[in-house]
């Protein structure tokens, strides 16, 4: 059976995808613009950071929130001790600041060009479908 720690370290290593593909995202970004807003650094790096706490450290239960917080980031005090969600905040802002960056720079199409590179991160972190029972009527059965 899997422990907490080891599935948050899973997490973590998925998340670590989403992070170099948004990462690499900035990048592209920043060749075409002429400034991006320096929040979306200060999240990245506050994000690898946490990544690289969240594969290294012994025991991620024993985390602090002050020792999570003392990471640079957006999302500063926002999500305790879960490790986790504070990454999934920090790319979530990297994400949000982007697109609107793209759209109000690049316009539209380049935007959602971005945003489909963008999708490709989430890819790897996205749960198992679950199917609701008893399963939804549509309306279009045949009895």
């Known amino acids: 059976m899997e422990s907490d720690?080891?599935?948050?370290?899973?997490q973590?290593?998925?998340l670590e995808?989403?992070?170099?593909?948004?990462?690499?995202?900035t990048t592209d970004l920043a060749?075409?613009?002429?400034t991006l807003p320096p929040d979306i650094y200060v999240s990245l790096r506050g994000a690898k950071d946490l990544i690289d706490l969240c594969k290294s450290h012994p025991k991620l239960a024993e985390l602090a929130p002050s020792t999570i917080d003392s990471h640079e980031g957006y999302c500063v005090a926002?999500?305790?001790s879960d490790i986790v969600a504070r990454i999934k905040c920090e790319l979530r802002s990297v994400e949000d600041i982007l697109i609107l960056k793209a759209v109000n720079e690049l316009g539209s199409k380049d935007a959602m060009k971005l945003q489909g590179k963008i999708m490709k991160a989430w890819q790897w972190t996205k749960p198992l479908t679950v199917t609701p029972y008893p399963p939804q009527r549509t309306g279009q059965e045949t009895h």
Do not use: F, P, V, Y
Request: aromatic residues 4%; contains cysteine.
């Open 78 to 80: 926002c999500c305790g």
């Open 17 to 25: 995808i989403a992070w170099k593909i948004l990462n690499e995202a």
């Open 12 to 14: 973590c290593e998925q």
């Open 5 to 10: 720690d080891q599935h948050k370290r899973g």
């Open 31 to 34: 060749s075409r613009i002429a």
